[in-house]
């Protein structure tokens, strides 16, 4: 299991990778997002537009919903960031799992 520093920084590496192609991915894509660390019971909140992933800050329980919500393990966490896993075959093994509309997983599919 991670420490909450080791999370805290592997979401700024997962944060700057959507970001790395510029954009180009994102389809105009502008959404709330969220990520549960199930095994620490963290929680962190952003905002993706531009293929930017930026705002990143620890969600409070009661914050709304975010409208794309990642839920993983802080070990799965810190596998994406160091580049162990990619997002595409974490999503299809099992280890990451993403919750947002239809459109929204079309064009997060792309960005993966």
Sequence with gaps: MATVEECDQAI???A???GSDGGNKSGGLDRSVSAT???LG???RGHMHDGV???IQAAG???SPAQIRL???SDDLLALAGGEVSLGSAWMSGRLKVQASF???LRLRSML
């Design 16 to 18: 700057t990778r959507f």
């Design 37 to 39: 660390i199930t095994d």
């Design 53 to 55: 992933l930026d705002d």
């Design 71 to 73: 839920t993983m393990t």
């Design 42 to 44: 963290l929680r962190y």
């Design 12 to 14: 700024r590496v997962l």
């Design 103 to 105: 459109p929204d997983m």
């Design 61 to 63: 329980e009661d914050d």
